[in-house]
């Protein structure tokens, strides 16, 4: 992977040929330690070109100042897509083709079973996507507002087709593409659970595959080909208390700290950090965040983090008192909401919480990607905020990250 390099949030990112080019072929790269490793996929850019302050307005913080460190203000290799002519897209970065346009939303079974039946543009090794490769099509210039109208999808609708929900019933947002991942538990008292991508308001949410009246949950969903490997994480312990995804090129902090924080004090100390000699450690965005989750694990199912044990976190209690594990910080900011700008994301490597008809449950599942408040008293939430009560911590873990070289 290229070196990041910091610019201004205003700053106009410019695309190397190495980040235009595919990379998802497992070329050589060097590793400090002078050995070769192969990175097989990468890490595409979140695309959120903007940095912004406690209340979501547009900053341009430098070093030293508070809020320095946001996902804008490191380049990574920026989304490139290419349409090829036949209803198929090109990610040019990970080398995976899609479907361009979803058609009508279906229940999960058929999403399922529809994909070895689909013979777009003539290939007929079409596959539902991993939650992993459906979230690398997420672009944070989304922003949710309080209509389609005002609203930009969290997808390049430059290149897929994209609707907002439009079932009887449905609330705008309602826009959930399934991925083939289930979750190894279960969620909202027990549903059998797929994860999905919703890019009408930034988010992974696990989904009951049934909704509460029985009926199957509907989903759109975009079949994927090619990319074989991507999303399988290759690490290695330095002995050093950091932890390599060869298959990323992206260097860990091996274990939190154990101390939650708020996120410009989350921004702060990756900032800071000098860890096993190195001090080019930052808080990761939202996507290179979620590259080192195992949706695999849950704490319910193998008393684990949805993280690989080379990785290690912090226990919690959660808000029914069971063991558990901690959301983590990432640099991007969510846009999302009547005060958009003044969250960021975080992904539960743990229950993702939310208090339904007056209890606490694990209702979007180990590897979620939700948002918290930037800041404040999170006794303001006592039940959570939103449908289904998302629990809201807004003092959250860190696992800085930096590029391995």
Not at 275 to 282: P, S, T
């Amino acid at each position: 992977m290229q070196p990041r390099t910091a610019v201004a949030a205003t700053a106009v990112l410019l695309l190397s040929a190495t980040a235009l080019a595919p990379v998802g072929c497992g070329a050589a790269q060097p590793t400090e330690d002078g050995t070769a490793a192969t990175r097989t996929w990468t890490v595409v850019d979140t695309g959120q070109d903007r940095c912004y302050d406690l209340y979501g307005s547009v900053i341009s913080p430098t070093p030293g100042q508070d809020y320095y460190g946001q996902d804008a203000q490191y380049a990574g290799a920026q989304p490139s897509y290419r349409d090829n002519g036949d209803g198929t897209i090109s990610d040019l970065n990970t080398g995976l083709m899609w479907q361009k346009d979803p058609g009508a939303k279906v229940p999960w079974a058929l999403a399922v079973a529809g994909a070895t039946r689909c013979r777009l543009a003539g290939y007929s090794d079409w596959r539902l996507p991993s939650i992993k490769e459906l979230y690398s099509l997420i672009d944070f210039r989304g922003r949710t507002g309080t209509s389609s109208a005002d609203s930009i999808p969290f997808i390049d609708t430059n290149y897929f087709v994209f609707n907002y929900g439009d079932v009887t019933g449905e609330r705008f947002i309602d826009s959930q593409f399934c991925s083939s991942t289930r979750y190894v538990s279960t969620t909202m008292f027990g549903n059998p659970t797929v994860f999905g991508v919703n890019f009408a308001d930034g988010r992974i949410k696990g989904y009951p595959i049934r909704m509460p009246d029985g009926r199957q949950k509907l989903f759109y969903c975009l079949y994927v080909r090619e990319g074989a490997g991507y999303g399988i994480n290759d690490f290695v312990d330095n002995g050093d208390g950091t932890v390599t995804d060869r298959a990323t090129g992206l260097m860990w902090q091996k274990a939190d700290d154990g101390r939650k924080r708020n996120w410009r004090e989350a921004l702060d100390y990756a900032e800071s950090l000098s860890l096993a000699g190195h001090d080019d450690w930052r808080l990761p965005n939202a996507k290179e965040l979620q590259s080192i989750v195992d949706y695999k694990r849950s704490p319910a199912t193998t008393g684990t983090a949805a993280i690989d044990p080379i990785l290690t976190c912090t226990p919690i209690s959660n808000e029914v008192r069971q063991w558990d594990f901690g959301c983590y910080w990432s640099s991007t900011t969510h846009l999302d909401g009547p005060q958009a700008g003044a969250a960021a994301c975080y992904v539960a490597f743990g229950r993702a919480m939310g208090c339904m008809n007056g209890r606490w449950t694990d209702v979007h599942g180990a590897g979620a990607q939700r948002s918290d408040p930037k800041a404040g008293d999170p006794g303001t939430f006592p039940y959570g905020r939103g449908p289904q009560g998302d629990a809201i911590r807004i003092y959250n873990l860190v696992r800085a990250v930096r590029d391995a070289r």
